[in-house]
């Protein structure tokens, strides 16, 4: 098994597929399919996020929760609903148990690809609730991951642009 700890298997900047992605971390090849959000792999000690920062109007209430870049040093992150701060497979991403590679893409509308922002750490992480299509209260844990470096500000901005008047 390779020490994903201590290699940078992508580059920050360039846009890589949910399948492009699981590879280089050595997850196995049939879960690409299924890595919708992020996905907690403790053989390989990783996960990989993927964000889409404006989703469409047609995804469930559950889903078209609030991510959003703070600055070119962290983002706000939740989790898919029903998770808690005791789940598992938060405390690994909490607790630092696993890498954590972010990539995002600014809405559905854009190809399937995400770009790449870099690695980061969680911190502040608390428990939260949302509401479902139907009404019911669900679970979900929101944190400030923080990129181990920086991301670059041409990038940042072209995620988050400056609208001036």
């Known amino acids: 098994m390779r020490d994903t700890r201590s290699t940078r298997p992508f580059v920050t900047g360039l846009r ?59 983002t706000q992150w939740l989790t898919r609903s029903r998770p808690t701060l005791a789940s598992a497979e938060v405390a690994a991403i909490v607790l630092g148990g696993v890498e954590i590679d972010i990539s995002v893409k600014k809405d559905d509308a854009q190809v399937a690809d995400f770009y790449y922002l870099g690695r980061a750490f969680a911190e502040g992480a608390t428990q939260k609730s949302l509401l479902d299509g139907e009404g019911s209260v669900l679970p979900v844990v929101e944190m400030t991951p923080r990129w181990r470096n920086p991301i670059d500000m041409a990038l940042f901005d072209y995620f988050q642009p400056v609208l001036t008047v």
């Not at 989703?55 to 870049?69: H, N, Q, R």
Request: proline letters at 3%; one cysteine or more.
């Open 16 to 74: 890589y597929s949910r399948k492009g992605a699981c590879a280089p971390l050595g997850l196995d090849k049939n879960v690409s399919s299924t890595v919708y959000g992020y996905k907690v792999d403790r053989r390989t000690a990783t996960c990989p996020v993927f964000v889409t920062l404006h989703k469409s109007g047609d995804v469930s209430a559950s889903t078209a929760c609030g991510d959003w870049l703070i600055d070119q040093f962290s």
